[in-house]
């Protein structure tokens, strides 16, 4: 499999960053957060997994059953208790990333309340996606230039391996999906695990991949002995419309809304949008397959970055 490039080298030239955005649909940014306050909120998942059966020790990664994974009663039942951590929203905010994509963006920016935590347990698989190939358009809709930061709670190597994507695929525009893949709405692309387009890296706390809604995208089989820990954060111009589903948790309506999940918070702050993003919602008493395959991407001003300039 292919190696991420590293963009770390060019961390303070925007429009270097900007053009490297438009050429791989990435920037891989190794040790550009601070380690120490991803690792507090691994601990604080783990104390939060471990109360619910998900871990066998608070203190490590190893899980209680290899058989645990997320149905719709897992939503119910286990995702809400990682989604009440204050400290996963609010690593959201930290002013180093805010700052960078800001500066991607190159405007007032805002953070799509619905912020995913992904747990990939062990699998003997190695063939196995921990989660399938995908654009994050596909559930967006509305925007073309929303970033997503990509945040490993945890380490990943080649056995536990983390995100991966296809560098350049986001110059092919809106892929049409595969509706046999599962899953409730058709979502995903029909990419082989083994595909040779794929690249990842090896993970730390710490380290930072932001890529493009269009990018091909996906999480990579974890072969070894303990969970594997991530969150996706998802950030745009605050100018741009959100689809509404996303000013609610990742989940909802399955997973509880903010009264429940935010209740003993120290600020709102971490969920709360400003008045000026205009919220779409997904209309009503349409096919979800047939509207995917009527819709076409508004015109990208991030991809079209590289053209002007080069």
Known sequence: MRDLRDSSDVLQDTSELRDRLAEDGYLFLPGVLDAAEVTAVQAELRTALHAIGWLADPGK?????????????????????????????RLAFTPVLWALVRRLLGGEIFCH????????VPSAD?????????????????????????IPFTACDPDKQGLRLIPGSQRRGFLPTDPSLGGR??????????????????????????????????????????????????????DEPLRAEFAHPHGWPVTPDWDDLAAGW?????????????LVPMPEGVDYGAYLAGLTPPPSRLLAHARETG
């Open 185 to 238: 709405r058709p979502l995903y692309l029909p990419v082989p695990p083994d595909d040779p387009a794929w690249a990842t890296a090896d993970f730390a706390p710490g380290d930072l991949v932001l890529f493009h809604s269009l990018t091909v995208h996906g999480g990579g089989p974890n072969t070894g002995d303990e969970l594997r820990m991530s969150a996706d954060v998802r950030y745009q111009l605050l």
């Open 113 to 120: 309340p619905a912020r995913v935590v992904r747990l990939a």
């Open 61 to 89: 990664l190893a899980v209680a059953d290899r058989g645990l994974g997320f149905t719709t009663e897992s939503f119910r039942t286990v995702y809400p208790a990682v989604l009440r951590l204050e400290s996963v929203h």
């Open 266 to 278: 120290t600020t709102d702050e971490w969920y709360r949008l400003d008045e000026r993003v205009r």
């Open 126 to 150: 190695p063939g196995r996606y921990a989660t399938r190939a995908h654009q994050d358009y596909v559930v967006q809709h509305v925007t073309t230039d929303a970033v997503t930061a990509w």
